[in-house]
């Protein structure tokens, strides 16, 4: 598998990644306090692991984690909103339907499933208007369209960070267990007492902040960016 490290790589994948690692960096510093000795420098250890592995992490886990995320997504929304938005079947303003339908079949040049397709076979069309978008997504951001991109990428770094989820609070929590076993063996209560709070803060982020509504916010924000986009395109 070729690894991959552009903007959408590093800033959608790597970085929710390290995000999800960072109570490791927690035990690593910790560990640095203890002089790295004894437990210390075994726990201490644990990182400098993940790191020599973090390559295939990011691109052998966390890319397919976040695809397989999304078709949960897709399923409890009925579709993505570029999706649902391109859709004849069930709209409410069939005017504006059809004019991004226009803009986006302009950039591919192929023509979408008409309301008899979806109505005959959902799925397929579906996978249709999918393939219109990513197709249209990619020509309009080779045109240089930078804000596209960057909704782009904001859709996929929370939509892995929450792929991520379980990963990183079953971190935490052997994170916060491992900092109070080593506070009480080397009683070093106020660098153990600021850890155990930066972890506490972090496990509320990510159960109060990384939910899929947060995701479903920023696939509305790109699907709007992106039919702004596609309106322009070669204009």
Do not use: C
């Not at 859709?87 to 979408?112: C, P, Q, Y």
């Not at 982020?205 to 070669?234: G, I, K, N």
């Amino acid at each position: 598998m070729k690894f991959k490290f552009d903007e959408y790589s590093r800033k959608a994948r790597i970085a929710p990644a390290l995000i999800a690692a960072a109570p490791t960096l927690f035990l690593l510093w910790y560990a640095s306090r203890l002089g790295l000795s004894g437990l210390g420098f075994l726990i201490g250890a644990l990182p400098l692991v993940f790191v020599g592995a973090f390559a295939l992490l990011t691109e052998q886990i966390v890319r397919p984690l976040g695809r397989r995320l999304e078709k949960r997504l897709v399923k409890a929304w009925d579709g993505l909103p570029t999706t649902s938005m391109l859709r004849l079947s069930g709209a409410r303003n069939v005017a504006l339907v059809e004019r991004r339908r226009a803009d986006v079949e302009r950039v591919v040049d192929f023509k979408l499933p008409v309301k008899s397709d979806e109505e005959g076979d959902p799925d397929v069309a579906d996978e249709l208007y999918a393939d219109a978008v990513r197709r249209a997504n990619a020509a309009v951001v080779r045109a240089g369209d930078r804000r596209l991109l960057d909704e782009n990428i904001q859709y996929g770094f929370r939509r892995n960070l929450l792929a991520l989820k379980p990963f990183a609070l079953t971190l935490l929590v052997i994170s916060f267990g491992t900092n109070t076993f080593l506070t009480y063996i080397f009683s070093d209560l106020a660098a153990g007492a600021s850890i155990a709070i930066l972890i506490v803060i972090v496990t509320g982020v990510w159960l109060l902040v990384v939910r899929r509504p947060w995701v479903r916010e920023q696939a509305d924000t790109f699907a709007q960016r992106f039919f702004d986009s596609v309106a322009t395109h070669d204009r």
